[in-house]
């Protein structure tokens, strides 16, 4: 039995062991006497929440085991230097010159005897397109702009690739604010062309963090818990997605698709689920060929997370039709794979109302039935958390204030999450924004909306207090104890959150609530 094979039947085994827990927790709920509807309805939405946070952590457990026993990076197979063209396209959107001649100078000193770069610019600032013609003739590339926006990032891509000769067999896929190493083609290359059925290539996407800078640790561990953790267990699972940057495609293959997804913002990986609806296969490399610039502050990183949650929430809902039109155009774990993966963010979205649950529960008096898991999971839930924090503290010296910190953005994030699935189930439209790769001016008052932060925490300082009241008078009870406790960890999460908002308030000028 493979080291896989193992893993796979832990993950199954506690499933089957949850999935009792939960079937006994359903039917207290519906049996149960002196239960009014709504005291029903609001325990099997937490029942029905738990359960799914409880398969996406089983499934980011698995993810992680694998990535640490199982995982083994591809190498390439074939002798000799690489000559075969390739392109390297740079899609830009308003962004700073001088971030994307960072990028360029890095590009064109890629150690690679046959190279085509070319600079998508989609930019509607007249300045910056000027600046960006510049920068492409003192490096020599070639300027592709269009009049339109159709497809966003994707479109752009998918524009460029009707310029590219027959004789460019790869396309190398490069972001504005990323400086890229100049082994990266010596190294990827031979590895397509030893292997004709690998469709796409993708390396990890690194952003080196900044020593007690909130905002940047939280950013970048995130990343690195997606990159190293996540990648590397679905690439032991041939489920590797794209990220966006630092990717490498077969050309013929990409083509053969229709190219990037431009029905997506989050074109990355709309892409790779076509990919694999397709029957093709991808590699996930975990080699750091580029790094990158991360959001400058809450306000951006927001925007950025805003922009991914919401590509991944209308996602959900294409694969779940193609789960139900075509259920065997793939194989069942790349289907849980695609579902668990691009729902994460509903986990984020829905503790906002769990934020507000210790309110129904302690001043309105609405009796809640407290989900139960075995101690066997309690153990499993530590274990995985440990290991996830040493690994991440070995990996890359994150401190332990820092990622406490961390915790309390991540927590927040709900509110962002919770934005995005309202337009996308609504079909509101959500405007593209780049995300900011500078910080702000003096003169700037881009800063985060801080007013649903504070009516949570005031709503959950009054039912502390007629907790509190009510504990004192009647006694402590289950009913009491248990919300008690979740708000006191709902205060002091979004009490953490505040720090690192007015820190951030200090690197934005004149910024106020709103």
Not at 217 to 243: D, E, P, W
Not at 329 to 344: D, K, P, R
Not at 390 to 408: M, P, T
Request: glycine fraction near 6%; charge should be positive; hydrophobic fraction near 50%.
């Amino acid at each position: 039995m493979t080291t896989a094979a193992h893993i796979s039947f832990f993950t199954a085994t506690l499933m089957v062991l949850l999935a009792a827990v939960f079937l006994r927790d359903l039917h207290l709920i519906l049996t149960g006497a002196g239960w009014s509807l709504f005291a029903r309805i609001l325990s099997l939405f937490l029942v029905a929440v738990t359960a799914f946070g409880v398969i996406q952590f089983v499934s980011y457990a698995d993810h992680l085991l694998r990535s640490i026993y199982a995982y083994r990076p591809t190498a390439p197979q074939g002798s000799g230097a690489p000559t075969s063209p390739v392109a390297v396209f740079i899609p830009v959107y308003n962004e700073e010159p001088d971030v994307v001649e960072f990028c360029v100078r890095a590009c064109a000193a890629i150690a690679y005897p046959d190279l085509r770069i070319f600079l998508l610019d989609d930019s509607t600032d007249t300045r910056k397109r000027t600046a960006m013609q510049g920068i492409c003739r003192r490096y020599g590339l070639r300027y592709l702009h269009r009049d339109h926006r159709r497809g966003f990032k994707a479109g752009a891509i998918n524009h460029a690739l009707s310029h590219l000769g027959g004789d460019t067999p790869y396309l190398l896929v490069i972001d504005a604010d990323q400086r890229v190493k100049p082994e990266i083609l010596a190294d990827l290359v031979p590895i397509l062309e030893a292997d004709p059925a690998v469709s796409f290539i993708q390396t990890p996407q690194f952003f080196r963090s900044e020593p007690h800078d909130p905002i940047s640790v939280t950013f970048s561990y995130q990343q690195h818990i997606y990159n190293k953790h996540v990648c590397r267990g679905l690439s032991v699972n041939n489920t590797a997605m794209l990220t966006g940057s630092n990717c490498i495609f077969r050309v013929s293959h990409l083509a053969a698709i229709g190219g990037m997804d431009e029905a997506c913002i989050a074109e990355d990986i709309a892409t790779s689920f076509t990919f694999h609806l397709k029957g093709r296969r991808g590699v996930f490399l975990d080699a750091v060929y580029a790094e990158g610039v991360g959001p400058p502050n809450l306000a951006a990183y927001f925007t950025q997370q805003l922009r991914w949650a919401y590509g991944n929430t209308q996602l959900l809902g294409t694969i779940l039709r193609q789960l139900v039109a075509q259920p065997r155009s793939m194989t069942a774990t790349h289907w849980l794979e695609f579902l668990v993966t691009v729902s994460i963010y509903l986990l984020g979205g829905v503790n906002v109302v769990l934020f507000l649950l210790p309110v129904a529960t302690l001043i309105f008096g609405i009796p809640i039935l407290p989900v139960w898991v075995p101690p066997t999971f309690a153990v499993v839930l530590v274990v995985v958390i440990a290991i996830q924090v040493i690994v991440s503290v070995r990996e890359r010296q994150y401190s332990l204030y820092d990622l406490a910190f961390s915790q309390a953005i991540f927590n927040t994030l709900a509110f962002v999450y919770a934005r995005a699935i309202w337009y996308a189930v609504s079909g509101r439209h959500l405007p593209f924004v780049v995300t900011p790769k500078v910080a702000p001016g003096p003169s700037s008052r881009s800063r985060v909306r801080i007013a649903p932060v504070l009516l949570v925490i005031a709503a959950v300082l009054v039912s502390m207090a007629v907790g509190i009241m009510r504990t004192v008078s009647l006694g402590s009870d289950a009913g009491t104890a248990i919300p008690l406790f979740w708000a006191c960890y709902t205060l002091a999460v979004l009490s953490s959150f505040l720090v690192v908002w007015q820190r951030d308030g200090r690197l934005v000028a004149g910024g106020g609530i709103d």
